[in-house]
């Protein structure tokens, strides 16, 4: 695996801190600037608002952009935010730096996951997909609970802080790291240009004092970027879709009740907020199994491995429901709930990267806006049913209806895949193939 995939995952990790951490200082947040606890947690959903705009967009804005010039302006704005963030006394300056620290982060997203891919071969797609995604698992482990730590002792600002300090080695590091040219280009430091494992390598870049070379033959020259309209098009493919809806409401399930955990566990379940960071971790941890699981062995068999995730999500956030009071049992169930989520929307997500094909600059762009449109609607409607008085539980039985209904749609998307005839089922394998082939 090239180390710019783990430098991606490194920066991943600075911003999956600041996405997740909120879920241990909503309490703070919401009395600091006086606040409701449900209008607490729109922060969460202003931040996903932002990348599920952002990420189509900030990925056409920089698609001609050299990769390195883009991952490091994305950074550099999202450190910027967090500033403002950590200084404001007011909600609604908060809420707005949310939103656009999120733009930041969705086309960091963007950018970083077609990267990833463009830089392994074929059979090792799945595996950088789960380092880059792998970042905001290792958040929740180390970043999300220090945040409730910091959260506690020195006020939820620290928490802002940390994360703008955390991202400063990553600007570095992918100044040294990751390839400058631009995508699909034959440039010099360009992804397709360079070698990677188990390939011969393409064409070597010319000196920059010699004249320009004739151009490489069809065959070792990388292609030209797909057009925006080719690209745009995926959207309508129906292949492509229920993927799409799937993954927003698995995501809209996990942000609903994680983003409310810490008010369950200080005021049903009866723990007292020392052990918030713990929870969160044990969280995390589940979900760095979870995508490292998927990484391994969701290629093998992704149809039942998102399937049995999905149904195993929908007994586990019932069974958390049932069982929030005792403190035992909700311990348990937390690591097990991260572990099947973030394996399960790993998953999905090398799937949409799958099906897009490599040539495809949206690819990344797509997943990252159904990844986050489940995680705006998410906390949003476990707001609506904290306000309707349906108690601290309501939103972790809002997140097992939203996989019921994602049990559904994937169910729907497999009778119509059954259902194809073999010939068109061949064609689209093949069109899967020929996209699959443009890297390098």
Request: glycine share 12%; net charge positive.
């Amino acid at each position: 695996m090239p180390f710019a995939v783990y430098v991606l995952g490194l920066a991943v990790f600075a911003q999956g801190t600041s996405e997740f951490m909120l879920s241990g200082l909503v309490s703070s947040i919401a009395t600091d600037l006086d606040v409701s606890l449900s209008a607490a947690g729109l922060l969460t959903s202003a931040f996903a608002a932002g990348m599920v705009l952002g990420a189509p967009l900030m990925a056409l804005f920089s698609r001609t952009w050299p990769r390195r010039r883009a991952l490091l302006l994305f950074l550099a704005v999202f450190i910027a935010v967090h500033v403002v963030g950590a200084l404001t006394p007011s909600y609604g300056v908060l809420l707005a730096a949310r939103f656009v620290g999120a733009l930041a982060n969705a086309g960091f997203w963007a950018v970083a996951l077609a990267a990833a891919v463009s830089m392994v071969p074929d059979g090792l797609r799945g595996r950088a997909t789960a380092v880059v995604v792998g970042g905001v698992t290792i958040a929740c482990v180390v970043g999300v609970p220090a945040g409730a730590v910091l959260g506690e002792r020195w006020g939820w600002r620290a928490a802002f802080w940390a994360v703008a300090v955390v991202s400063l080695p990553a600007l570095w590091a992918i100044t040294r790291s990751i390839p400058g040219g631009i995508p699909g280009g034959r440039g010099r430091g360009t992804a397709s240009a360079r070698q990677v494992p188990g390939r011969a390598p393409a064409s070597a870049p010319a000196p920059t004092s010699a004249p320009a070379p004739a151009p490489a033959p069809a065959s070792t020259s990388a292609p030209a970027p797909t057009s925006v309209r080719d690209e745009l098009r995926l959207l309508a493919a129906p292949h492509l879709r229920p993927t799409l809806l799937t993954m927003a409401l698995v995501q809209g399930a996990t942000f609903c009740a994680f983003s409310y955990l810490e008010p369950l566990l200080t005021r049903t379940t009866g723990l007292t907020t020392t052990w918030v960071p713990l929870a969160l971790a044990l969280f995390g941890a589940g979900a760095f199994l979870g995508v490292g699981a998927a990484g391994r062995y969701a290629e093998r068999r992704p149809t039942a491995f998102i399937a049995y995730g999905m149904a195993a999500l929908a007994l586990g956030w019932s069974t958390l429901a049932l069982t929030a009071v005792r403190p035992v049992a909700a311990l348990a169930l937390i690591p097990l709930l991260g572990m099947l989520a973030f394996g399960t929307g790993t998953a999905l997500i090398t799937r949409v990267l799958g099906l897009a094909g490599r040539s495809s600059t949206l690819a990344g762009a797509f997943g990252t806006s159904a990844f986050n449109l489940g995680a705006a609607v998410g906390p949003w409607a476990g707001g609506l049913a904290l306000e309707a008085g349906g108690g601290y539980r309501a939103p972790v039985w809002v997140s097992a209806a939203l996989m019921a209904l994602a049990l559904l749609t994937e169910g729907a998307r497999m009778v119509w895949r059954a259902r194809l005839p073999a010939r068109s089922r061949e064609r689209e394998r093949e069109r899967g193939r020929e996209r699959g082939s443009t890297a390098g």
